[in-house]
């Protein structure tokens, strides 16, 4: 188990910087997060609230419990990365930009089955002890 919790947080890590980084932007509205939504046709006013939404996202994958919240928030930046890349391609982004969003697809899927491991072995553990009805 304690692999596995090793390897949750370190691809969980990844995926708050890399993303993190990026909503932060958005969420201050910064010039180049600016160029880069309002050049795929989005109006100014969605990029401060997208950032904050994809900070709030992250805050929730990062503490610990609330595992409901959590299923939300993967699916959320899922929604984020596949609605990103779809933009991308509808306009006809060079395709070394799209193919590079499989990253952060790789680190927000690893990290969602890596919760889900360490969730059912948790569960299994719990169940094995004494006194568990």
Do not use: C, N
Request: positive net charge.
């Amino acid at each position: 188990m304690k692999k596995i919790k090793i390897f949750y947080w370190i691809v969980t890590g990844l995926m708050a910087a890399l993303l993190g980084l990026g909503a932060f932007f958005d969420a201050i509205s910064a010039p180049e997060a600016v160029e880069s939504i309002t050049k795929l046709g989005y109006p100014k006013y969605i990029i401060p609230f997208l950032g904050v939404a994809k900070l709030l996202g992250i805050i929730a994958i990062l503490i610990p419990g609330y595992p409901r919240v959590k299923e939300w928030a993967y699916a959320g930046l899922i929604f984020d990365l596949t609605g990103a890349t779809y933009s991308g391609i509808a306009i006809g982004e060079d395709f070394v930009l799209i193919a590079i969003m499989i990253i952060p697809f790789a680190l927000v899927i690893g990290s969602y089955l890596l919760y889900h491991k360490l969730r059912k072995q948790k569960i299994t553990a719990s169940a094995l002890q004494p006194g568990f009805i």
